[in-house]
């Protein structure tokens, strides 16, 4: 195969639109196609393993599964162009990865699925549209909607927890908002990994479906602007007068993120450490075998976790895929320099969050062949 990079994809899929985000801002010549094409089924998933988007084709026939796997083949080559090199906003922006690739998944799936008045017929016109006009298109396209409705379930929104989640999600829309106001990007005016992970569902689901979408535009116009902004090659920064190119300097976190992290941690927190608390005991019962898949549809599921959102109990699906990618976090703070390290610490004190350095599991999660997989037995 050559040419461009082909990106398997779609305009609907949170996932998609991380990988898609970075692809345009890095000047990466792609184009995109519905894993609905042939193609995909009898030459991509093959080398994919798993029918999941998104899945990049190099221009030499590579096939990679998964927005982190993607960023990371442009970005490990290059020593990370997208992370700042200062400590805290380098372990922050690892971060925000993780918490826009797990940490808001409960209002993604909420604000799609639980406002079928205004969400229904454009939803539905998409996922049926993903796929080829065959007699069993219809009958596919119910199966694939019932499957991604239950999801709003599995991720703890119910009649009881429903007002809190969105009593969550307007303080975060509204950190947002206020930060988005005075900087282009979290970190200034260059895009990071950490925007890019926190893209993936302010894209898709919370800055595109008809209801979300008009919430966003209501109560967060300059959080709209960049969900906007992460779709364009160029800055686009224009009511920024004098913006530079760069991340903050002196490795500056100002008080408009502050916000943003301390509310985002009164959900991510709670919620990974019940998770690693059902994960752990799980593990050991379980001794899953080193390469066994970890994370989608092959791996075995740990179960659920229970855990309080503002005194609400809330019981959500535990997600292996969460330590993989905070495993990055931890070992980025690991690395550091003690006077870094404390400065990092003291930071993550701050937003509430440095109870996530802590919670490691005792199996590491690792890539093999296209698949998240448990790292060896120790």
């Not at 303080?171 to 005016?189: E, I, K, M, R, S």
């Not at 920064?237 to 530079?244: D, M, S």
Request: proline letters at 8%.
């Amino acid at each position: 195969m050559t040419g461009d990079y082909t990106l398997y994809a779609l305009p609907h899929s949170l996932y998609s639109g991380r990988a898609r985000s970075y692809l345009i801002k890095r000047g990466i010549t792609f184009r995109e196609l519905s894993t609905g094409h042939e193609s995909f089924k009898n030459e991509v998933l093959p080398k994919a393993q798993l029918p999941t988007i998104p899945t990049l084709v190099t221009p030499h026939g590579e096939v990679i599964r998964d927005g982190a796997a993607i960023i990371a083949h442009f970005e490990e080559p290059r020593g990370w162009p997208s992370l700042p090199t200062t400590p805290r906003q380098r372990t922050v922006s690892l971060l925000f990865d993780v918490i826009g690739t797990d940490g808001l998944l409960r209002p993604a799936m909420h604000y799609r699925w639980n406002f079928p008045d205004d969400n229904l017929a454009f939803v539905r016109r998409h996922f049926l549209h993903a796929q080829r006009d065959t007699p069993e298109r219809e009958a596919k396209t119910d199966h694939m909607m019932d499957r991604m409705r239950h999801a709003a379930r599995i991720f703890g929104v119910t009649e009881a927890s429903q007002s809190v989640v969105e009593a969550l999600y307007l303080d975060v829309l509204t950190a947002l908002n206020d930060h988005f106001a005075q900087f282009p990007y979290l970190f200034g005016d260059r895009p990071s990994l950490g925007d890019f992970g926190l893209l993936g569902p302010l894209y898709a689901h919370l800055g595109r479906d008809p209801y979300p979408l008009g919430l966003m535009q209501r109560e967060a116009p300059s959080l709209y602007r960049w969900v906007e902004r992460m779709n364009r090659a160029d800055r686009d920064a224009p009511e920024f007068f004098g913006a530079g190119e760069d991340f903050l300097p002196g490795d500056a976190i100002p008080p408009t993120l502050v916000r943003v992290l301390q509310v985002l941690a009164e959900d991510f927190v709670p919620e990974t450490a019940a998770a690693a608390a059902t994960l752990k005991p799980w593990l050991a019962a379980e001794a899953p075998a080193a390469g066994e898949p970890a994370v989608g549809r092959l791996a075995t599921s740990p179960g659920t976790a229970q855990f309080d959102l503002r005194g609400v109990p809330v019981e959500a699906i535990a997600q292996p895929h969460r330590f993989y990618l905070l495993q990055r976090v931890q070992s980025c703070y690991d690395a550091l320099a003690p006077d870094a390290r404390q400065a990092v610490f003291a930071c993550l004190v701050e937003v509430g969050m440095e109870k996530v350095l802590a919670l490691r599991l005792p199996r590491e999660i690792c890539r093999n062949k296209n698949l998240e997989v448990w790292g060896e037995l120790t």
